[in-house]
């Protein structure tokens, strides 16, 4: 597609229920990256794929939260028993060679957990 | 690992004036730096980025920055706002190394009256 995309936009869940985030990168991206934006928090890295090496998942917060990407495209986050805490915006990025490595970020999904 | 430090949490101004959003980063290796904006409710959008070469970089929508190596800075400016510049806008540094994620500020907040 034309730019990164995320879906759901937005999600309101209840605390302790699973959710899945998922990403559609731009078409021939090898790379993708998953970041939160919380409030008063700024961009926080959660984990990065690159092509068919291992992902680095050095910045998910907790063993809740586990992301995948499956046939080098599209990726799922998924955040079991979901918290307060996890409320944020969740955006999804990605880049190539070919994009000069520069990271295009999609619009990012809204979760709400009440 | 590489950090980025962003001064100033918001910075006000006046339609028409000059304006300068500062950040510093640590690293001790080579790095790239970007300025990311995001206007209320959207997503990020990539305004400049220093790769290599001139330090002077000049981005989207009238926005240039300077990379000084000595300082550790990669300062954002402007020399006339628009109301429309109104939002928050990001410094983040990534390895020179392809794929790299990258790690953000906290961000700054700008906003033009009139």
């Known amino acids: 597609g034309a730019g990164v995309s995320?879906?759901?936009?937005?999600?309101?869940?209840?605390k302790g229920k699973d959710v899945e985030l998922r990403c559609d990168p731009i078409s021939g991206h090898t790379a993708l990256y998953?970041?939160?934006?919380?409030?008063?928090?700024?961009?926080?890295?959660l984990i990065y794929f690159q092509g068919n090496s291992a992902p680095d998942k050095s910045g998910l917060p907790s063993d809740?939260?586990?992301?995948?990407?499956?046939?080098?495209?599209?990726?799922?986050l998924t955040i079991q028993r979901t918290q307060q805490e996890d409320s944020a915006v969740y955006?999804?990025?990605?880049?190539?060679?070919?994009?000069?490595?520069?990271?295009?970020f999609g619009e990012g999904s809204w979760l709400t957990v009440v | 690992a590489q950090?980025?430090?962003?001064?100033?949490?918001?910075?006000?101004?006046f339609e028409e004036a000059p304006v300068e959003l500062r950040c510093n980063y640590s690293s001790s290796v080579?790095?790239?730096?970007?300025?990311?904006v995001q206007y209320p409710n959207q997503g990020l959008q990539l305004l400049l980025k220093y790769l290599s070469g001139s330090t002077l970089v000049k981005g989207i929508n009238g926005?240039?920055?300077?990379?000084?190596?000595s300082q550790t800075s990669?300062?954002?400016?402007?020399?006339?706002?628009?109301?429309?510049?109104?939002?928050?806008?990001?410094?983040?540094?990534?390895?020179?190394?392809?794929?790299?994620?990258?790690?953000?500020?906290?961000?700054?907040?700008?906003?033009?009256?009139?």
């Not at chain 2, 939002?87 to 190394?97: L, P, R, W």
């Open chain 1, 6 to 14: 995320q879906s759901p936009s937005n999600k309101v869940t209840e």
């Open chain 2, 63 to 69: 926005f240039e920055a300077e990379f000084n190596k």
């Open chain 1, 64 to 76: 809740r939260f586990s992301a995948e990407r499956t046939g080098g495209s599209v990726s799922t």
């Open chain 1, 91 to 104: 955006l999804c990025a990605s880049s190539s060679f070919i994009s000069g490595n520069t990271i295009y």
């Open chain 2, 30 to 36: 080579s790095v790239y730096l970007f300025w990311y």
């Open chain 2, 74 to 114: 990669f300062h954002l400016r402007k020399p006339s706002v628009h109301i429309s510049d109104t939002a928050e806008y990001f410094c983040a540094v990534s390895k020179t190394n392809s794929g790299y994620a990258l790690n953000f500020g906290k961000g700054t907040s700008l906003l033009v009256t009139p």
């Open chain 1, 34 to 45: 998953w970041y939160r934006q919380s409030l008063g928090q700024g961009l926080e890295f």
């Open chain 2, 3 to 13: 950090s980025v430090t962003q001064l100033d949490s918001q910075v006000p101004v």
